[in-house]
């Protein structure tokens, strides 16, 4: 079954149609990239998929997790999923961490929010945690606050609260938009390893063909609000069958770095 | 060679830090060359275009355009300096003024450096060499898209007819296909005119297809300089090294 299967999703807001008739599956443990430039409604889709969607903001159709309709869910369902079957991760780790909370104290909500845990057992989960995605010195890290940390040891501890309570999909909405290209890096191959470890689903939103590439079986492709071709990640790639993928391509082809052939090793 | 640029040992220290933001760095700007500075944000590049452009006092060390000092001219020597070395800025939201049309915001520094100059023919010749319709002029910055805004500053840049075009991150804020786009035009305009380009950027896709030099900056100085093609096919540096293995490539092309 699909963790995730969004049929004929219409989002219109203020009478425009930003978001029209979209058809999109993620299997299970498949890792799927949402692709678009500016306008082209792949956050709203993923808004609409964790419920976040703007009050002004009407949606049809049906949204799936694991089989649960999700689109019309109260709020009090979408909180329970969110942290929990449904991880997320936004472009902006410091708007999605709590200033005032502690580290080890935000790492561990989504845990909390599930069971009861002891203070004792809090610390030693958050240290766990903090070891999991690599934050330096995990005993102290997680007495410390969000502004104490780097952007890339921040997304570290969003990557690490999306996949805590082993989610069934994991929504990534730019997440590495805002990070150098080193710390971009190690963040996908963290997403990346976090995914493969819990055994989630990705969904990863993106304006960059080349972190699709390198993370993505299969690509999504969303221009003005309609899906205008899905298909294998090579395949795409290799054979864009919609003439604005294949101008997409093209532009990425001109503006992306691509690897010299032999390199050489000094 | 025609030295347009002469760095010598600039360093930069920010009131109130404890540490250099910038340098020791020296480098030199040869006419018609195009330079790139690459670093990721910190680095000290946009320090360093800064100070060459004469906006920001180093903190020790020297910057010569043509042999003379670029700090502390005034009058007609600073004129000639803003007319020769132009600027394009990251965000082209923030860069045009939102109260002037688009005429008025090619024409200002036409106004201000080339006394003289029919202005009005030449803005529409500079929206012609940005491939943006006359008409454009009557319009104000919040009508136009990401892409058309920097093909104004682009043309704003231009006016002057300067010797030198300094672009900060220049394609960074747009969309893909638009980076193409102002990518190409960027491209030919600096063949078409003979410019010399000091393109400061963390995108490698961009300055490999735009620079034939490049300087790879860390930690505010300069780690590795050289030809592009041959800095990205042999790194030396092993910041270089994990800078270009941490870019995310597309696969190879079938041809």
């Not at chain 1, 561990?108 to 599930?114: D, E, F, V």
């Not at chain 1, 610390?123 to 903090?130: G, W």
């Not at chain 2, 747009?174 to 102002?182: E, G, H, T």
């Not at chain 2, 300087?215 to 780690?223: E, S």
């Amino acid at each position: 079954m699909n963790v995730l299967e969004i049929r004929d999703l219409t989002v219109r807001i203020g009478g425009r149609t930003v978001v029209d008739s979209v058809n999109l599956d993620v299997g299970r443990g498949e890792r799927v990239g949402l692709l678009g430039e500016s306008g082209s409604g792949k956050s709203l889709t993923c808004m609409a998929t964790l419920g976040l969607l703007p009050h002004t903001a009407r949606a049809t159709g049906s949204i799936r997790l694991v089989g649960e309709q999700i689109l019309g869910a109260t709020d009090r369902r979408m909180r329970a999923l969110r942290g929990g079957q449904l991880g997320c991760v936004f472009q902006e780790p410091q708007s999605a961490l709590d200033p005032l909370a502690r580290i080890g104290d935000q790492l561990t909500s989504p845990l909390r929010a599930r069971a009861r845990i002891s203070r004792h057992q809090r610390h030693e989960l958050a240290v766990d945690l903090a070891a999991r995605v690599g934050l330096p010195d995990p005993q102290h890290i997680v007495r410390r606050f969000p502004h104490e940390l780097s952007g890339g040891q921040r997304q570290r501890v969003v990557v690490a609260m999306a996949t805590a309570a082993a989610p069934a999909l994991v929504l990534a909405d730019e997440p590495t938009t805002a990070l150098d290209v080193t710390v971009q890096a190690h963040i996908l191959e963290l997403l990346g390893g976090r995914v493969t470890e819990t055994g989630a689903a990705l969904l990863l939103v993106t304006h960059d063909i080349a972190v699709a590439a390198t993370t993505c079986d299969r690509l999504v492709v969303l221009r003005g609000g309609i899906v205008v071709e899905q298909g294998l990640t090579g395949d795409v790639l290799r054979r864009p069958a919609h003439s604005y993928t294949r101008e997409l391509v093209d532009a990425a082809y001109a503006t992306s770095y691509t690897r010299p052939l032999v390199l050489e090793t000094a | 060679m025609n030295t347009l640029f002469a760095v010598e040992a600039v360093r930069k220290r920010y009131r109130g830090a404890d540490r250099d933001a910038l340098g020791p760095v020296s480098l030199r700007v040869e006419a018609g060359r195009h330079l790139a500075i690459i670093g990721e944000s910190g680095c000290g590049k946009t320090t360093l275009s800064r100070i060459m452009l004469g906006l920001l006092p180093a903190s020790s060390g020297s910057v010569h355009y043509r042999g003379a000092p670029v700090h502390g001219l005034r009058g007609s020597a600073a004129r000639d300096l803003r007319r020769r070395v132009q600027l394009v800025l990251q965000d082209p939201f923030a860069s045009l003024s939102p109260r002037m049309r688009v005429g008025d915001i090619v024409a200002e520094p036409l106004r201000i450096l080339n006394r003289g100059t029919p202005v009005q023919a030449r803005v529409a010749e500079l929206l012609a060499a940005v491939e943006l319709d006359p008409a454009f002029a009557r319009r104000f910055p919040h009508e136009l898209s990401g892409g058309q805004r920097q093909r104004v500053a682009i043309a704003r840049a231009l006016g002057p007819r300067p010797e030198v075009l300094v672009a900060d991150e220049p394609v960074s804020a747009l969309d893909v296909s638009v980076q193409a786009q102002v990518l190409w035009l960027l491209r030919r305009l600096a063949e078409h005119e003979g410019l010399t380009l000091v393109l400061v950027s963390h995108d490698l896709g961009i300055v490999q297809n735009l620079c034939h030099t490049s300087a790879v900056m860390h930690r505010g100085v300069i780690v590795e300089s050289g030809a592009t093609a041959a800095l990205l096919a042999s790194p030396q540096h092993p910041y270089t090294r994990e800078l270009l293995a941490s870019v995310p490539t597309l696969p190879q092309r079938p041809q």
